[in-house]
T-cell receptor
Framework: AQSVAQPEDQVNVAEGNPLTVKCTYSVSGNPYLFWYVQYPNRGLQFLLKYITGDNLVKGSYGFEAEFNKSQTSFHLKKPSALVSDSALYFCAVRDLTGGFKTIFGAGTRLFVKA | DTGVSQDPRHKITKRGQNVTFRCDPISEHNRLYWYRQTLGQGPEFLTYFQNEAQLEKSRLLSDRFSAERPKGSFSTLEIQRTEQGDSAMYLC?????????????FGPGTRLTVL
């Protein structure tokens, strides 16, 4: 069965410092991996996805994520955090052995302090 | 704005009443998904359509829940005989079919409160 784990409920980082939001997954087949961000009173916004190829994926707003097959991880990163990055981040996985169902993690709240 | 829209944004109802939510996807998108999100959790998959065909339903989707997409455009999600446990945010997403790699674009959600 597919599953996603976001081991940290909350991540705190100072503005200007690098940030990492962790995600690990479990699937039967080859994974499609996604990161979404949710701001208060707004819908989920797509950040980036891994399908195949280069393990480092670049996305919106300066975010990137690294796919690591051996560690079954897909951590979200940004070299220099902004206060405006403070939001709720969700990792999601799909593998076609499970149909087109997408499984989301529980989310990680990111606080960036000025 | 050509994004995914949902109506209503908020719904308060009494236990036992029926409610219906509407989702209008991005116009060229042929896949449409419904999710439920409760506080502190990520979205949980409910069901998915490709064009007008409902292709997958979660076991979370009890007999009280039904979804339709009659013309392959907008979709409705109906909950009959609502229960307090149905209180949640109901999210709709749409995508353009691309194997399994399609990106889902989400609407703002409908927040349901069952009293």
């Amino acid at each position: 069965a597919q599953s996603v784990a976001q081991p940290e409920d909350q991540v705190n980082v100072a503005e200007g410092n690098p940030l990492t939001v962790k995600c690990t997954y479990s699937v039967s087949g080859n994974p499609y991996l996604f990161w979404y961000v949710q701001y208060p009173n707004r819908g989920l916004q797509f950040l980036l996805k891994y399908i195949t190829g280069d393990n480092l994926v670049k996305g919106s707003y300066g975010f990137e994520a690294e796919f690591n097959k051996s560690q079954t991880s897909f951590h979200l990163k940004k070299p220099s955090a902004l206060v405006s990055d403070s939001a709720l981040y969700f990792c999601a996985v799909r593998d076609l052995t499970g149909g087109f169902k997408t499984i989301f993690g529980a989310g990680t709240r990111l606080f960036v302090k000025a | 704005d050509t994004g995914v829209s949902q109506d209503p944004r908020h719904k308060i109802t009494k236990r036992g009443q029926n409610v219906t939510f509407r989702c209008d996807p991005i116009s060229e998108h042929n896949r449409l998904y419904w999710y439920r999100q409760t506080l502190g959790q990520g979205p949980e998959f409910l069901t998915y359509f490709q064009n007008e065909a409902q292709l997958e339903k979660s076991r979370l989707l009890s007999d009280r829940f039904s979804a339709e997409r009659p013309k392959g455009s907008f979709s409705t999600l109906e909950i009959q005989r609502t229960e307090q446990g149905d209180s949640a945010m109901y999210l709709c997403a749409s995508s353009l079919a691309s194997g399994g790699s399609d990106t889902q674009y989400f609407g703002p959600g409908t927040r349901l409160t069952v009293l």
